[in-house]
């Protein structure tokens, strides 16, 4: 009997791959990507789809396969998979063998962010950060810092966000690198210029590939 697997979250009914025939009546999983395809061949969804791109997909905890992107190539498809939060992830494309690249979850941090009054920034930035196991503290301004920081004694990562004057950013820049020495102080700024020289990083508040790449590698 033929066996049948399916990768969900693809609307087609049915699709071959090396001669066999697939349903939904089953799951694709990543062992049987990983380790069951030795003959690289085209692989059709159904009457539309043909996967000529890089496709991702998100390893399950039972073992299925979740489709997240497309890129237009294996190396672009790593950069992309080295951005996502901890997990197990599968790279599958024509005339390609299957690859599985699992990301860990980085050193824990403290992350202290400074929104200045930005709520939706401040959460989506902590929902970004939690995704990596941190633990994030947010105020509003820096009063509310200092109030809060005196009984906080390490902190790894300041952010000041980007509603704040120039002014009332670098000094509370000054301010946390006399009592934080230690610590990364990441300044969000509107686009990529300008600058807050007195900071050590500097992330354009939109740039979510660069936020993933400072937490992922620091």
Known sequence: MEQQNVLPGYPCTSFHRYGVGFSRSHLWTASRACDSISVPTPLLFGDCHSMSQFDIFKVQPEGSLRWLAAAESMETAERRVKRLPPGNYVIIADQHMPKKISIKSPAKQIVFQIGYDDDKGSTARETLFRSFGHEVI?????????????????????????????????????????????????????????????????????????????????
């Open 138 to 218: 947010s105020v509003a301004d820096n009063d509310a810092a200092k109030r809060a920081l005196a009984s906080i004694p390490t902190v790894d990562v300041f952010i000041l966000g980007h509603t704040a004057t120039e002014q009332t950013q670098k000094e509370m820049v000054d301010w946390l690198k006399v009592s934080f020495p230690k610590a990364k102080i990441v300044a969000l700024i509107p686009s990529a210029s300008p600058q807050l020289l007195c900071a050590d990083y500097n992330v354009p508040q939109n740039d979510w590939a660069a936020w993933v790449s400072l937490f992922a590698t620091s």
